[in-house]
């Protein structure tokens, strides 16, 4: 049976502070977050005589938009030689094979 280690006693023990950086005062300046700091602004896009081109204001839809044109490559077509079947073949060196014949 194996023994297991007494129980800490640390319950007791308070937490360590976390080390001071020197930006207390800067930190506790700030303004409060709201709840939309994340939400970005929607922005109106650009008007098209701005001689900007697309892909610099909207690459996510730009990017989309290629991704979705492009084919499934395909391969190359396979030259096959043609072999001309009525021509007589000539004769090989091997005799034909020899038929089984019948035992009575």
Known sequence: MAKTSPKSS?????LAQPPKNGFEGLEAALPELQEDFLKLPEEEPLPPDTG??????????TSIALASSRSTPVPRPIDREQI???VNLP????????????RA
Request: proline share 27%.
């Open 91 to 102: 004769p090989t060196s091997q005799p034909p094979p020899s038929l089984p014949t019948q």
């Open 10 to 14: 640390a319950t007791g023990t308070a």
């Open 84 to 86: 001309d079947l009525t």
């Open 52 to 61: 900007i081109p697309p892909a610099l204001y909207q690459p996510r839809e």
